[in-house]
């Protein structure tokens, strides 16, 4: 497996964006799924959205229509886009391929 560093992370606003990015330290070519997962203090990892080496997707229903996941196997990065932001989407976020990136913390508050 490739080593994973995360950045992106931050403080927004309810209503506002985040991108996040997963830099790998190697070829994704032969990674057929790589994914996002987020974990909020006193809850359970879940799984936000994945993707496969062709470019399919899919969303936890929670984040459908408001993020978006992307793959660049060019470049080595995996990014997702956090549009219209909730409270609820306060968490800590790993990428996962199936190695993990080190965590970024996401905020949204006002």
């Known amino acids: 497996q490739v080593k994973l560093v995360e950045s992106g992370g931050g403080l927004a606003q309810p209503g506002g964006y985040l991108r996040h990015s997963c830099a790998a330290s190697?070829?994704?070519?032969?990674?057929?799924?790589m994914a996002w997962y987020r974990q909020a203090p006193g809850k359970q990892r879940e799984l936000v959205a994945s993707?496969?080496?062709?470019?399919?997707?899919n969303y936890a229903d929670s984040v459908k229509g408001r993020f978006t996941v992307s793959r660049d196997n060019v470049k080595n990065m995996m990014y997702l886009q956090m549009n219209n932001l909730k409270p609820e989407d306060t968490a800590v976020y790993y990428c996962?391929?199936?190695?993990w990136g080190q965590g970024t913390q996401v905020t949204v508050s006002s």
């Open positions: 190697g070829s994704i070519f032969s990674i057929s799924v």
């Open positions: 996962n391929a199936p190695g």
């Open positions: 993707i496969t080496s062709s470019g399919t997707t």
